[in-house]
């Protein structure tokens, strides 16, 4: 099972389809007195927004979905650059991609977020825009991406998707910069299956992505509105169904994290100690989702041998969300004449080579997540983990290696 939002669907979700499907009305709009509409996006939207502590939430169809009615709403234009990190999933470079604006890619640090300094090196004159990844719910060090995006007259959305509910310095993720994207797929924390939501806290934003989202209609609308549509939209809408089932997650958010913060103390504070490895940065321990433990090893050849015993992967060989590993992104970046392909970012290479994500509430083998815990494990099995990975990281480390020769597990 993937997210853990999925793992605890149950009377709530049902209660919130129901209510829909009774109804029987399952498109987003209708009239709100009317006693046959059941508004769940609507409820939902206006419920995020006050989670978020922002004045506007829009529900759309996905992430991707987020992230390009965003670009399109800053109005991110052909030609523009767009500064987004080696790590991360697919979504981000392919949303540019389409906004017509060149993705640029960007070093990550020890947090495994973006490097503020390398954001720095890549500003140009064409530089529009930065997209901060809260990679695996850790948050990205907001304040220096902001003072750097301030300082240069750049757009600042985040990508939230895999950080629901985390917060950097007291502020919910998502509502720091000018827009704020999020995901409702399998794998994240809350989930409808599918889905997304963007949050903003200024109106003309909220209105183009609204009107993106909606082939140019003005929020809520009540009719066809011709004659009123000021720009060209899409359909990026959520249905009721998908909103009835992300109403009860999110009324479930706040329950989830704390479980998984306890679960993720208890694992960490077991694997403490372990040679040859430490924990990645938390740019804000408080505000981490705690949905994974990444550790970084000391040496590749040790987090490899380890990811191997354990039946899981580096995140460099985790398939996804690694710039190397997307031959199309690649393609296209050479083919614009940008630097691509494994080399160009040094540092995310070495340490997605040395990373291995532990789950803890997301258990996602495409994320190299697909060894750990989930937010039903109980203290026995947290144990057993912890024990299992510290018996097998002391047994590859380098110390170990030389003091007993060829030594394996196998
Ligand atoms: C960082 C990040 N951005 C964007 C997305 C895209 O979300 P979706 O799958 O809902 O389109 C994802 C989903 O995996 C993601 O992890």
Redesign the pocket.
């Known amino acids: 099972m993937p997210g853990p939002g999925a793992y605890w669907i149950g009377e709530e979700e049902s209660r919130e389809v129901m209510d829909v499907l009774h109804a029987g009305h399952l498109f987003r709009y209708g009239q709100l007195n009317d006693p046959k509409f059941s508004h769940k996006v609507y409820d939902l939207e206006r419920e995020f927004a006050t989670y978020c502590g922002v004045p506007h939430a829009l529900a759309t169809s996905?992430?991707?979905?987020s992230?390009l009615a965003s670009l399109l709403a800053m109005e991110i234009k052909p030609g523009d650059e767009v500064i987004v990190p080696g790590y991360?999933?697919v979504?981000?470079y392919s949303a540019i991609i389409f906004a017509g604006a060149v993705p640029v890619l960007a070093e990550i640090d020890e947090s495994l977020t973006l490097d503020p300094a390398d954001i720095a090196r890549r500003i140009t004159p064409k530089t529009r825009a930065i997209m901060p990844?809260h990679?695996l719910g850790n948050p990205c060090d907001m304040d220096a991406i902001m003072a750097l995006a301030n300082s240069h007259g750049l757009l600042v959305l985040e990508?939230a998707?895999?950080a629901c509910g985390a917060s950097y310095k007291g502020r919910t993720l998502g509502s720091i910069g000018q827009m704020g994207?999020f995901?409702?797929?399998v794998?994240?924390t809350i989930s409808a299956g599918?889905?997304?939501m963007i949050i903003t806290g200024d109106r003309e934003l909220y209105e183009r992505a609204f009107a993106i989202h909606d082939q140019g209609h003005s929020p809520n609308r009540a009719s066809v509105e011709v004659g009123q549509r000021t720009i060209v939209g899409l359909n990026f809408r959520m249905n009721e169904l998908t909103g009835a089932v992300a109403l009860a997650q999110l009324r479930k958010l706040d329950r989830i994290i704390a479980t998984l913060r306890n679960k993720k103390k208890k694992l960490k504070e077991m694997l403490v100690g372990t040679k040859g490895m430490k924990f990645r940065t938390l740019n804000d321990p408080d505000g981490d989702s705690a949905t994974l433990l990444t550790v970084i090893f000391d040496e590749a050849q040790q987090a490899a041998a380890v990811a191997r015993h354990l039946g899981t992967t580096t995140i460099s060989h985790s398939g996804w969300?690694v710039y190397a590993n997307m031959e199309h992104i690649n393609r296209y970046l050479k083919e614009i004449g940008r630097p691509h392909g494994k080399g160009m970012l040094p540092r995310v290479d070495d340490l997605l080579d040395r990373s291995i994500n532990l789950s803890v509430g997301v258990v996602d083998a495409g994320l190299g997540a697909g060894f750990g815990i989930n937010i039903n494990s109980g203290d026995e099995e947290i144990e057993q983990v912890a024990a299992q990975f510290h018996r097998i990281a002391q047994m590859e480390s380098s110390e170990f290696r030389v003091g007993n020769s060829v030594r394996t597990l196998e």
């Open positions: 996905s992430g991707t979905c992230l991360t999933f979504a981000c990844v990679m990508d998707c895999q994207a995901s409702l797929n794998f994240k599918d889905g997304g969300h």
